[in-house]
């Protein structure tokens, strides 16, 4: 049994969040993102480009050499084993290591080489002789700072005397201290406070100025307002970065109160689908009964790894209890764990080690194990009014259509749930067919 993997399952059987549904925490998955996309995302979209002055030539490359770096920094790119730019780091490199600096406004979705573009144009810009903070990103939270910092360090690995300063809660800066790093990476707040009240920041001084994971950001009470007053406090030469995964109409409003002038890059996210994903329910009086249907199913067919999603950590928790008493290898990931745990159990199930995964829906987005071939649905999917939650659906049981392969989909469904199932076919406009638990030939 993996009892390492599920840490003190019973003593927790009791506990009262159990019941509610875990939500999605934007900035934690957004981290486990950055955890777990070891190389870039794919994508069959082109980069669109809004130019400032659209009668200026439009750049792109297609090596890094073309960008004409800092020997150290081209050294720092290799030694990251990357070969080239990545898509949007095509369109978006020229102009961020432009004379005179642009402003930049980009979208696209996570794991597509924003960071690393940002990261490159900070140490281009960074004078190493110069010992006081240059360039200035605010990431959401402490560990997405840490993480952009990570990017700093490695790919600056050659940048001689070029330094990260972390500015966030916690990093007591004594009084009388000067900052001399180049680099200040934090959170809106705290930042704030190390410019206005503590003057350990001049803003007049800042070369380059990021503003990352703006939904993210947008999300969190006050980090918009604190982000426009920093940055309303930079010189007009400092050329300002926005970035974003996602660009809702709110995100792109907030990018352009805070971001004079600028050009927009845009690379649509591949569409999710159901077209390539066969469809089943299977009908079940109670829990019991959709995990027996589960075990005929499992025994039926040849499964390569498979997810199972429950509503509640309490279903999860009983599932995965089950299924290792019979003698299964699985996994659950639930909302307690922290996004650092999440990401190791992530890590296993990618490389094989178990081969079912138990989850809730802090796991229905973004999160793509190419090789799964089953989802589960042992719960389906539903709001708060327990109607149909549609979007759910399609994020747990949808691929790709250009990169996804094939994939099967089994709902388990309480008859007084068959309605729901019945408006989520009716919305997708797919077939989702019955099937009889005892009958695995029907599976095409
Ligand atoms: P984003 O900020 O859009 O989420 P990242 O910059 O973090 O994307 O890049 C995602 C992953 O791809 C990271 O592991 C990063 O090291 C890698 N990566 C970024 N740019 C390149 C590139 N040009 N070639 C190869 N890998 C890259």
Redesign the pocket.
Known sequence: LLGTTVPNIDDSLNNPEDDEDDVVDLAANSLL??LI?????ESSHLVEVLQKDPSSPLYSVKTFEELRLKEEILKGIYA???????KI?EMALPMMLAHPPQNLIAQ??????????FVLAMLSRVNALDMFPQCLCLAPTYELALQTGH?VEQMGKFCMNVNVMYAIRGNHIPRGTEVTKQIVIGTPGTVLDWCFKRKLIDLTKIRVFVLDEADVMMDTQGFSDQSIRIQRALPSECQMLL?S?TFEDSVLQFAERIIPDPNVIKLRKEELTLNNIQQYYVLCENKKDKYQALCNIYGGITIGQAIIFCQTRRNAKWLTVEMMQDGHQVSLLSGELTVDQRASIIQRFRDGKEKVLITTNVCARGIDVKQVTIVVNFDLPTNQALEPDYETYLHRIGRTGRFGKKGLAFNMIEVNKLPLLMQIQDHFNSSIKHLDPEDMDEIE
């Open positions: 993102n950055k996309h070891q190389s870039l995302v990251m084993g990357f070969n080239r730019p990545s780091q696209s979705q996570s794991g597509t080489g924003k960071t690393a573009a990017v970035f995964a």
